[in-house]
Structures are given as C-alpha cells and as structure tokens.
C-alpha cells in the first residue's frame, strides 16, 4: 500500500461524498461544510498540540482550536489522563457525583459567581440563562445585538452573527435569521447595533421596563471579532438600573480572554454568564450562573425548569476540571497567548502591505480576525463589508500550505499554548505567499 501523497485529498472526497448522502451537507455543523471558501472540507483523523491531520495524511497548523475550547492545544495529556481515569469508573450515572462539585467549586471560585449549572452545550447554556431571565424578572422580552451568535435557540437566532452571517445571502436572511422560527419569537427579541452606546440608551429608555434581558457577547467573535467600546461597556453596565438582566455570553471568551474571561478582562460585572468550550476542555459542556438570589430560580430550588440526562457527565466534567487546573497552574499563559496573537497580527499585516492587499485586523487576547476591507470594523454593518472572495483565496493559499484558519470571513481564530516559534514562522510564510495569490486572483 502507498502512503497517501502529501497533498491527496481523496479520503476527505470519499468521506465528503459518503457524509453528503446520510447527513445534510455531510456536516453536523454548518461551517464545517467550506460553503463560503469552496474546496472539499478536510475529515480530520487526529489532532495533538497545535496541529490537525487529516484523512489523507495531511497535517496542518489549526487556528481553530475547535473553535475555542482548545486553548492547552489538542491531546494535551493531562485532560487525556483525566478522561481516560474517568471512563474507568462509568461514562454517565444519572445521578449527582463528585466531579461536578469540584467543578462548580472552581468556577465560582475563578470566575465570582456563586451559584453555577451545567448544561451539554453554549447553546444551552444560553437558552437557560434567557429562561432563568425572564422567570427571574416576568418580562417577556429580550435584546441582543446584531451580528452576535448566542447558539440556535429560536429566541436567539435573530439577526445572529457566525454562520449565519457566513450563509446571509443563501438564506437571505432578515430578521428572523432562520426558517423554522416563528415571526412570533423573533418578535420578542429586540435587537441593536453592537458598539452604539446611544441607541442601547435609548431602547432601554423607550423599552426597559419590557426588556427581561439584554444578552451580548463581551467581545464579538462571531461576526469575527470585534472590541467593545468603553462607551459601549458603560451603557451595558446601566442596563441593570432598569431591572433587566445584563447576561454576558462568554462561551467564546470565558476562560480564554483572561480567568475571568472577557468581563473580567474588561471590568464590567453581568447579572448572569453564560459559558461552553473551555469549560469542557473538549468534551460537551456548557454552563450558566451567577448570584444565588438569581440562580435558585431554577429548578428544583425555583420555579424555571431546566434539566438534563447527561448533565454533569463524568468525563466531561472530569475534561474541564483537568482543563481549568492546567490554566490555573500556568498564570502566564494569558500574556503569552496575548505577545503571540499580537505578533501574528503584526506579521499578517505586513505581509499584506507588502503585496498591497488591503485588510483590517481586529485582535484581543488570542483571538484575531483578518478583515478583507480597509476597516475600522467595529459592529455588523462593517464588518459585512469585507471582500468575502478576497478571503476565500486567501484561505485555499493558507490550507494548501499546511495552514488550517477558520472557513469563514466572519469567524475568529483561536490560538493556544501549543503555538509556538514554528508555527509562527511558518505560517506568516505561508499568509504571504496566500496574500500574493489574492492580488492574482
Ligand atoms: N455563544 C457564543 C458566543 C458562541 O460563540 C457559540 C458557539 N460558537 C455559542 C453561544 C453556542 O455554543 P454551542 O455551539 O456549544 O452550542
């Protein structure tokens, strides 16, 4: 049998093809399926630190990190060891365990909330904390920010970032942002201009009495990324004088922009948080929490119900302990994350200049997104400005080159602690050669 050469893609066809007839796109999410940068989406068969490999034998440097929770790199063998010591002992009980606790514990203590509960997924995670929301406060409705993704909630899937964006103009998307959420729902959740302080201002002025929740993500990473103004910040911390509850989505963020996540990061103090990724090291997790005057409004302890089979699962449990323990022993891992984004994003901009492509880069903490446009890009509306084709180019010039970045021009990148010299290096080598093939193209 001959090895597969180094640049077949015949197994991920053969997979793509095989995924296509049983699953729809042969993806179980979305953006897998390369809709918006073409090519044939690579199957993965391993991963370990900062690198993937596929199906044919390819390997890759992943800017990934499966879209965030693999902030320690992949098959780090202290979370493997913790699963595996886990599974030994019985992969789900259907009753509380000790595991739980501990994580509970350590992310009240990390974090500052008192009360925490798990959940499978980000999406969850919202859905609940939007529930807990309005049983907490008996209003109805909800505003959120155009161009923020909270998960595929029917609430929440209004005028959403992430894929959505990525598939706008196949969908033609409005408001709601998908078929199969009635105009009903989307007519509870109201929606502004991520960054405009003034118009936050005033529909909480006009509304707020309403309004049970104002849910946000603390730094945009589903239209790519996007900072918040200090403006901005100070206009969502007065939302909670008008008794609704100011719920930070920090799925993305949490644990990822600082211990304390992107609030932490950023000095602002939310009512309820929402996490995933991170928190699961790699396995399904998703939680919310905050005071216990607010939390002991769920179940059984309170009247708003929300439960799960698999909730508190052993192994993922045992996966986001052994995550969160690794991040705490390692106080510095913040600022190397931080000097290495800041570096690639250095990098990235010269090797655009010095072929003439124009982009705009917006990067926080190890997230990043390379806008195709000559910025500034702080909400939506300019973030949608962005030369998609452009990007798609530059994105097949990197993944040839043995570099995986996010298929889509309105994601982020997530580094982690195995990014090394190397992978810089290599990388900027390869975004510049990409970055010439743009101007070819
Ligand atoms: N909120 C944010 C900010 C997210 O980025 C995501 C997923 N990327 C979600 C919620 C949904 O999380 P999940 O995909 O785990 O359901």
């Known amino acids: 049998v001959q090895p597969p050469a180094p640049s ?15 699953t729809p796109g042969g993806v179980n999410s979305p953006v897998r399926a390369f809709r918006s940068v073409g090519g044939v989406p690579r199957f993965m068969a391993s991963a370990e630190g900062a690198y993937l490999t596929d199906a044919d034998g390819n390997a890759y440097i992943d800017h990934i990190g499966s879209w965030g929770p693999m902030i320690l790199g992949h098959n780090h063998p202290a979370i493997r060891d913790a699963i595996v010591a886990a599974a030994a002992h019985g992969t789900s009980f259907g009753a509380p365990g000790w595991r739980e606790v501990d994580l509970a514990e350590l992310v009240c ?19 609940s904390a939007l529930r807990l929301a309005r049983g907490f406060t008996g209003r109805k409705y909800t505003l959120k920010f155009r161009g923020n993704y909270h998960g595929h909630a029917d609430a929440l899937l209004v005028e959403a970032g992430s894929g959505l964006m990525t598939n706008a103009a196949e969908l033609g998307a409005a408001a709601p942002s998908s078929a199969g959420v009635p105009d009903e729902y989307a007519r509870l959740t109201l929606v502004a201009e991520y960054n405009d302080a003034s118009a936050l201002d005033a529909l909480m002025a006009e509304r707020g009495h309403e309004i049970a929740a104002v849910i946000f993500e603390p730094v945009v990473g589903n239209a790519g990324v996007l900072l918040p103004s200090a403006e901005f910040l100070a206009a969502l911390d ?10 930070a ?10 211990a304390s996540g992107a609030t932490g ?62 991040l705490q022993a390692d106080p510095g891992l913040y600022d190397r994350l931080d000097t290495y984004t ?7 901009q010269q090797a655009a200049d010095s072929v003439g492509v124009t982009v705009w880069i917006n990067h926080i903490g190890s997230m990043l997104t390379v806008f195709f446009q000559a910025g500034p890009v702080s909400n939506y509306t300019e973030a949608a400005r962005s030369d998609t084709a452009a990007f798609a180019v530059w994105f097949q010039g990197l993944l040839k080159r043995g570099v995986y970045w996010a298929p889509s021009q309105y994601e982020s990148i997530f580094i982690s602690a195995a990014h090394g010299e190397t992978e810089l290096k290599v990388t900027l080598q390869a975004a510049r050669a990409a970055f010439a093939e743009v101007v070819q193209a």
Request: charged share 20%.
């Open 265 to 326: 990061r950023l000095g602002l103090t939310p009512d309820l948080s929402c996490w995933g990724k991170i928190i699961g090291g790699g396995l399904p997790v998703g939680a919310y929490g905050g005071r216990a005057e607010i939390m002991d409004y769920v179940s059984p302890e309170g009247p708003v119900y929300q439960a799960g089979t698999l909730s508190g699962n052993p192994l993922a449990m045992s996966a986001g302990l052994a995550t969160l323990q690794a």
């Open 238 to 247: 007065r939302v909670k004088g008008n008794g609704a509850l100011l719920i």
């Open 109 to 127: 203590q990390i974090t500052g909330v008192q009360k925490v509960r798990f959940v499978n997924s980000g999406t969850e995670a919202t859905m």
């Open 342 to 348: 800041a570096r690639l994003a250095e990098g990235l």
């Open 8 to 22: 077949s893609t015949a197994q991920s066809e053969a997979l793509f093809e095989r995924a296509k007839r049983v």
């Open 249 to 258: 989505d920090e799925v993305m963020t949490g644990f990822r922009l600082s």
